[in-house]
């Protein structure tokens, strides 16, 4: 199973030739796992960041790109889950055109689940590890 976010390409999203600037693309990866926790989790994204002070932040990425995306497309973000370990997991994202379905980005970004006061990795909790367990 995998979550999907329909994103918009804005004017802000594109360099000078038009097409979605590179690092954008991870941009669109986060606002999907952001949707992600307001659809699917029991706590919106910033109430784990803000209220809670826990969070997921990246430690490492893989991706590839492999069409382009321009202003006014329509971006199909699909998020699942490959690996759920200790205190991190591993999302897999595809970006797709909506217009044609043809694959623009994919990537493997691993994340660790940690404490924001003290930047101490912590095991992920049961219900994350349920949550993320919902797309694996």
Same mark, same amino acid.
């Given at each position: 199973m995998a979550f999907t976010s329909l994103l918009k390409i804005r004017f802000d999203d594109v360099d000078g030739a038009g097409i979605v600037y590179y690092p954008q693309f991870f941009h669109l990866c986060h606002k999907a796992f952001e949707d992600f926790f307001d659809d699917a989790a029991s706590v919106s994204y910033p109430q784990l960041i803000n209220d809670?002070?826990?969070?997921?932040?990246?430690?490492?990425?893989?991706?590839?790109?492999?069409?382009?995306?321009?202003?006014?497309?329509?971006?199909?973000?699909?998020? !699942?889950?490959?690996?759920?370990?200790?205190? !991190?997991?591993?999302?897999?994202?595809?970006?797709?055109?909506?217009r044609d379905s043809k694959l623009c980005f994919s990537a493997q970004i691993t994340k660790v689940f940690m404490n924001l006061d003290n930047n101490k990795v912590l095991p992920v909790p049961d219900d994350m590890r349920s949550l993320l367990e919902n797309i694996l």
């Open positions: 809670q002070r826990r969070g997921f932040p990246t430690v490492a990425i893989q991706s590839d790109f492999s069409a382009p995306l321009r202003y006014g497309d329509i971006a199909l973000v699909k998020l !699942s889950i490959g690996k759920i370990g200790r205190t !991190s997991a591993i999302f897999h994202y595809e970006i797709r055109r909506k």
